[in-house]
Nanobody, 114 residues
Framework: VQLQASGGGLVQAGESLRLSCVAS???????MGWYRQTPGKERELVARISSDGNTNYGDSVTGRFAISRDYARGSVYLQMNRLKLEDTAVYYC??????????WGQGTQVTVSS
C-alpha cells in the first residue's frame, strides 16, 4: 500500500488549502486521517475519519478544518480554512487497515506566512 499526498504549499494567514491523499494497492481502510509534525515535536493528530464516517479533530483545528473521504477511491482530503501561522508543519496522510497496520504518506509541507 502506498499513500500519495499532495496539496501543500505556501499561503498567507487566513487563507485556505486543500490536501489530498490517494492510496494505491488497497482501498479498504478502517480509518484514514492526517497528522502533522514540526521540528522537535511529536507528530500530532489533525483529523481522522473512520469507515463509518465518524470524525475526530485536534483541538487546535476544530471548526477550521474539515476531513472527508472517498471510500471507493481510498482517498482522504483535508480542507484547511482560516490558516494560522501555527498550522505550519509537514502534514502526513495516514491509513489503517483491518489488521490495524499503519501506512504513511511521504508528507507535504504547509507553510503559513503573516
Amino acid at each position: 500500500v502506498q499513500l500519495q499526498a499532495s496539496g501543500g504549499g505556501l499561503v498567507q494567514a487566513g487563507e485556505s488549502l486543500r490536501l489530498s491523499c490517494v492510496a494505491s494497492g488497497s482501498n479498504i481502510f478502517t480509518e484514514m486521517g492526517w497528522y502533522r509534525q514540526t521540528p522537535g515535536k511529536e507528530r500530532e493528530l489533525v483529523a481522522r475519519i473512520s469507515s463509518d464516517g465518524n470524525t475526530n479533530y485536534g483541538d487546535s483545528v476544530t471548526g477550521r478544518f474539515a476531513i472527508s473521504r472517498d471510500y471507493a477511491r481510498g482517498s482522504v482530503y483535508l480542507q484547511m480554512n482560516r490558516l494560522k501561522l501555527e498550522d505550519t508543519a509537514v502534514y502526513y496522510c495516514n491509513a489503517k487497515n483491518m489488521m490495524f497496520r499503519d501506512f504513511w504518506g511521504q508528507g507535504t509541507q504547509v507553510t503559513v506566512s503573516s
